[in-house]
Nanobody, 125 residues
């Protein structure tokens, strides 16, 4: 199993910034694409950002494009989500996830089989 642990969430005022981290286990971390998802109460879980195994390709949801940056440090087995200009609508639980296949870069949520426990982000107005 791939174990993922998120951290960095918290309470921030609108317009502020947060940086989320996702620590992953395993020697094959560098072979996995990674994604950040979020889920607000009563809403569907949505893919916020994704990054391929090398970090050379990224995806962002339209709602966060230009404000969020996904990155990874394979030497540290860690994926990051840098969030700027936070809005109240960004309030959600944020999860990092990995597809079940190595070298598989996908925007399909059903292809992500490994999930962290989540970290909560609250943006006040």
């Amino acid at each position: 199993q791939v174990h993922l642990v998120e951290s960095g969430g918290g309470l921030v005022q609108a317009g502020g910034s947060l940086k989320l981290s996702c620590a992953a286990s395993g020697r094959t971390f560098s072979s996995y694409a990674m994604g950040w998802f979020r889920q607000a109460p009563g809403k569907e879980r949505e893919l916020v950002a994704a990054i391929n195994w090398l970090g050379s390709s990224t995806f962002y949801a339209d709602s966060v494009k230009g404000r969020f940056t996904i990155s990874r440090d394979n030497a540290k087995n860690t994926v990051y989500l840098q969030m700027y200009s936070l809005k109240p609508e960004d309030t959600a639980s944020y999860y990092c996830a990995a597809p079940v296949q190595i070298y598989f870069y996908t925007q399909d949520p059903s292809s992500y089989g490994y999930w962290g426990q989540g970290t909560q982000v609250i943006v006040s107005s």
